[in-house]
């Protein structure tokens, strides 16, 4: 195994290509794909090949690890590389940087695309049952548990995780909910990620970008503009310029 998948070598970086690569830390190899070093964001083109984030280890790598905080990508991974210990493959398929939260909403409309023009993951998504007194728009997924309340719109590009509650006249487009968020009658939730144990208050409008950590609770008839709000925080006022919620 090690052998087929690192050419001998003790453990290999799946890399993707991209088109600037001055904004990430990319990868050197040799013709044969062996690593020989990393270069953070350089300014003189080097190598278009970044790593994505995925990697097939040999269990010796572990004990390189030493017990202590360590970053595998800045200590133990340069060490490999100058020994020669190291592959690189690249990734096959799309690949996106997902690390800014309006990237991540970029990144799930993509997949829930994906999920439509599939013909063996279609049926993940959600469509309206005879019966419900709510509307469904294109490319949702809903976790089984959710409830959803009369009225309501939802789509297009919305997931809803487990155990979330959907009140009256709620209107949810290019979304994510985690698990356990709550909105109630007549809220609006555009472009925003919702994190964990959440709650959105009757008549409130979360827009433009505005992620709320977890256990976040926004009061009702609030304006919250791209605010980026930190865990356990009660929002009774707007918010409508952007800004950072402590």
Request: with cysteine; charged share 25%.
């Amino acid at each position: 195994y090690q052998r087929r998948v690192h050419g001998g070598r003790e453990g290999t970086i799946m890399a993707t290509k991209v088109a600037d690569p001055s904004k990430y830390g990319v990868i050197v190899a040799t013709p044969d794909d062996t690593i020989l070093e990393f270069v953070e964001k350089p300014q003189v083109y080097v190598s278009n090949r970044i790593n994505a984030g995925i990697y097939i280890m040999n269990p010796s790598v572990l004990k390189r690890i030493k017990i202590e905080p360590t970053s595998i990508e800045k200590v133990v991974f340069p060490a490999m590389a100058a020994e020669k210990e190291l592959k690189v493959l690249d990734l096959r398929g799309h690949w996106m940087d997902i690390g800014q939260p309006k990237d991540y909403l970029v990144g799930l409309t993509l997949f829930l695309t994906s999920l439509a023009n599939s013909s063996t993951r279609k049926c993940e998504l959600a469509t309206n049952k005879q019966g419900d007194d709510f509307t469904i728009l294109n490319n949702v997924i809903i976790a089984p548990n959710v409830k959803i309340g009369k009225g309501s719109v939802i789509g297009p590009n919305v997931s809803i995780a487990e155990d979330c509650v959907i009140g009256e006249g709620v209107r949810l487009q290019s979304c994510a909910l985690f698990r356990n968020v709550k909105i109630d009658n007549n809220a609006w939730v555009n472009k925003s990620i919702l994190g964990w144990d959440c709650e959105v208050g009757k008549w409130t409008r979360v827009d433009n970008v505005t992620v709320f950590g977890e256990d976040v609770r926004a009061k009702s008839e609030i304006y919250l503009n791209g605010a980026l709000v930190l865990p356990h925080k009660t929002l009774g006022e707007s918010s409508d310029t952007p800004a950072i919620i402590m």
